[in-house]
């Protein structure tokens, strides 16, 4: 492509809202431009990008065995009435109103118009599984938009569904989602993990997030430092053992300890090791109080409560709830003399501490010699705090790491939710009507683009893996007004695209600064130059990973290009 | 694509809500479903389609110099106001707010959002011109959506906007873009013509519908039986010339015609031709009422006195207000004594009529011996009626001949109507700032799928040409319970792949005529059937086109299937 003919307005100042690298290159480089909040316009560099993760996308569905469709983005509200969702997707879902005034949601998601689709067309379980996806825009009116295309209200989804007889069919189809996702992303140059996530508010039992691992991802991924485990830190289960240690018991001893109310005041004042501290918080789990311990080292994991007690809503107390069902303000609560209508439960860790300290029920007093299976009723001990980096690996292999991840892919066994909300039954080889089994699969594709961006750039700009990069060669004349330059300028463009490399061609009448300027920015990984040895036949050849330029006469020219883009 | 993998639930009845041909077999065929009034999933197949055709789009408007990029269906209501338009489109334009009650509009075209892109960027003439499309849902809400993919309210165009720093580049890309849909709708296979179109609400100059011929068309156009010569009904200009018969001029007599007010009634009841008598009606014109006269066997056109007065409105008087401008009810309308307030206008035919017969301006009476030149005064004779078959071609080559046509496609120079309103300028080469020259283009895609099979079919279902065909062979085991078929079939499915043929592959344990009927109706060019003879290395291949069926050895299958492709 000239490039005299396409759109890429490139920007020397970085743009003063853009806080992360994709979203500052993605702008400066001409590839975007946002139209409203959350909201881009997919410049043609972008599009090319975007086709090309689209084409890895649909080759790996494919292969899986999954059928690409269309569905509508208008969705009509009635089917959102049958899942329930109407009421409870809450903001996010945009929706609207034709000209008669029936109501429609704008495409978040699609569960219910494939579970609608598919229920009036399949009736029998000879016609399952069934694997069928779609790339398109969806739309979700985040309450904070950010992060450039990491975040956005319109963007572009691959989602694939899949309905099955039986439990056994939808692991093959995750575990065949799980391989497409895992080829997808590796064609794509990333550097991931895919994780064990939280089913969220979806109510499915496996689930899977590929992450991409940067620093901007707004999720914390645990994992170990030598096995593949990797779970969002929510849901990494602890399995550390602890030992009592063998101190003698002493006394308890209630002790003033005025304004004192975190575990650095406390153990400051009392002048103890945090690790002897009993945390204790009062926690909302569905309509119930319960008073949660963990050691003052560590922090609670709501995720954990929520599922010990199979709730629906986990929070913790207000200062005034807290004070209701513990009777004192948080900062002072403790277990030791606590209401026995308050349920008390405990983290694993919390059965070690021996002659801890913890908050008296009464206004600035702590209780010191705390031995809880002496001074407190435990009604349960559990693992109920967060995964920590030095913990042991969950899979018993190797030690938890942190790192941050930007959610690109999610595999999800949704189970019936949807079939039994909906009615979407099959007869099973009994005859008898069942409700299908499902899956769903996703992929943010545009998203998926942004994380590339933040994983491949430099301080000169983006630095394109060559499977996703917009064109493989960026041939640039170093001065269009001389005739000897631009006329071999011309020669090479068309022979290079006559030999099928994607060519962009900077034919514009620029300074040559300018154009090697918005050359890096831009990213393709290889550039040559035509430049003052033109009429020699020989032009310059420069890789944009490392830099490196190097003189090449025309006759080694597509040899050395083929070489630089099987790097 | 294995069948038994993918979704195309054909129907064996006619679907009651279906009228036309595409809407009926698309459905029946399992092409797609109905989600809501207007709005449609593609199903697998429709899905490979719209590919296809999107690919030769791509294909076209690339190597036509448009660059591809993808704007957001979500607009921000300000650049509708802008450009005046969120006040005058009316309600087929989907409007919704965010969860901030920030206004947007789906998504209907984007010559708002792509102004406002390029008037923010492009600030030189050095940068033009500047041709971008894109590929997308777009959002209509139709009054009445109907025919399926004709006219729905979510559906899929290629739009582009081309922008300019002088009309002849206009022009330079105008016929580009001519040459890329001609170079489109040819490669689909379909039999259209590029017609003269009205410029419509939008105010530009040149503008070319191209119409797929067909009978559920709902467009006339007027077309030479010689020339290259099509036009929108409406649009074509009549050079008929009239003779004045040398008939003496007879005596002006107002004759009672009592509840005579038709063209009809009068001429049956006064025994004269049609021919001799004067259609006087009164139209609404802005604000003013203008008195048009056409020959008795002909119709105004009012798209005419829409120009000729180069008016916004042109409507047909209310009988009230005709009372009011003419004194007398619709029927009795004449320009013989009628107040000289009124403007008298007519068409060129009008002025040959020797001794004709026109409303009396009185109830229940007619004038006969009417000659308008000695009895009326008519400021201007002009065209003002519709063209009719067996005129004389405008172009002076052979005689009209109407054809109904599906609009597939629209090329349009917009000229300066949106960046004038969006304030889009650039400065030219004296540094002077000019209003950018705007050109925009557009494909229906999913109308181009439906038209495609309204041309497309017989009475078994589609009959896909090659080119856009979902599949190029439909590989069918007759019995797939027999081994002898399913293992060659497996076999053959593999071959056929591995040699690049596109192949659906029916291995469904079903009735062989329920799987011949169903891919009677997929419409793939060509089958190849294993039945009774596979353990003898013998296949049937059928054309779907002729319904042609031949025996064939494996050996000849691959020659046979490429020379039935490129028939």
Request: proline letters at 3%.
């Amino acid at each position: 492509m000239k490039q005299s003919m396409t759109f890429i307005p490139t920007l020397r100042e970085v743009p003063a809202d853009a806080d992360i690298k994709s979203h500052q290159l993605l702008l400066r480089a001409g590839y975007m431009r946002q139209n409203a909040s959350g909201i881009y316009s997919y410049l043609p560099l972008a599009s090319i990008v975007l086709k090309k993760i689209e084409q890895i996308v649909r080759e790996e569905m494919n292969r899986a065995g999954s059928a690409e469709l269309l569905m509508p983005a208008l969705q009509q509200s009635e089917l959102w009435q049958e899942s329930g969702r109407w009421y409870t997707y809450g903001p996010e879902l945009m929706r609207m109103k034709d000209r008669h005034s029936r109501e429609f949601a704008l495409g978040a998601t699609h569960e219910e118009v494939i579970t609608s689709l598919v229920r009036d067309e399949v009736k029998s379980y000879k016609r399952l599984p069934l694997n069928l996806y779609q790339i398109q825009s969806k739309f979700r009116d985040e309450k904070r938009p950010r992060f450039g295309l990491l975040r956005g209200r319109e963007f572009i989804m691959k989602d694939a569904y899949s309905f099955h007889a039986s439990f056994e069919s939808l692991d093959e189809v995750y575990e065949k989602m799980f391989q497409a996702y895992s080829n997808v992303f590796s064609r794509c140059g990333l550097n991931y993990r895919a994780v064990i996530a939280d089913s969220g508010a979806m109510g499915g039992k496996d689930t899977h997030e590929f992450m991409v691992l940067s620093d901007v991802g707004e999720d914390t991924i645990a994992y170990s430092d030598t096995s593949s485990y990797a779970a969002n830190v929510e849901m990494a289960p602890v399995i550390t053992q602890y030992e009592k240690s063998s101190e003698e018991q002493k006394e308890l001893v209630k002790t003033e300890t005025p304004d004192q109310r975190t575990i650095d005041e406390v153990a400051q004042y009392l002048n103890v090791e945090k690790e002897k501290l009993i945390k204790s918080l009062v926690f909302k789990v569905d309509e119930k109080f319960v008073m949660v311990l963990a050691r003052g080292d560590h922090e609670i994991n709501d995720i954990k409560i929520k599922n010990l007690y199979g709730a629906s809503v986990v929070e913790l107390a207000t200062p005034e709830e807290t004070k209701q069902a513990a009777g004192v303000l948080p900062g002072f609560v403790g277990p030791v003399g606590a209401d026995s209508k308050i349920d008390i439960i405990a983290d694993h860790a919390v059965q070690s501490v021996v002659n801890g300290v913890c908050g008296a029920g009464e206004e600035n007093y702590h209780y010191t010699g705390v031995n809880l299976d002496r001074d407190a009723t435990v009604s349960q001990y559990a693992d109920l705090r967060f995964i920590e980096e030095g913990d042991a690996s969950p899979d018993g292999e190797g030690t938890i790491q942190f790192a941050k991840g930007i959610e690109v892919g999610h595999v999800f066994k949704l189970g019936t939710r949807y079939s039994e909300a909906m009615n979407a039954t099959f007869l099973d080889e009994n005859g008898r009507a069942q409700p299908m089994i499902m899956g769903c699969y996703g992929i943010g594709v545009s998203r998926t683009l942004a994380a590339i961006v933040e994983q491949y750039n430099d301080d000169k700009g983006i630095v394109w893996p060559a499977a996703v990069a917009p064109f493989q060669v960026h041939l640039i004349t170093a001065n269009a007004k001389q005739d000897a330059q631009s006329s071999l300028g011309e020669k090479l463009y068309a022979e290079l695209l006559e030999a099928g490399f994607e060519v962009l061609y900077d034919d514009r009448i620029e300074r040559a600064g300018v154009k090697f300027a918005d050359s890096d920015l831009i990213g393709i990984p290889v550039r040559i130059v035509v430049g003052k040895q033109a009429e020699d036949g020989i032009v310059e050849v420069k890789e944009r990973k490392t830099g490196e330029g190097m003189d090449v006469s025309l006759t080694d020219l597509h040899e050395t290009i083929s070489r630089l883009l099987q790097k």
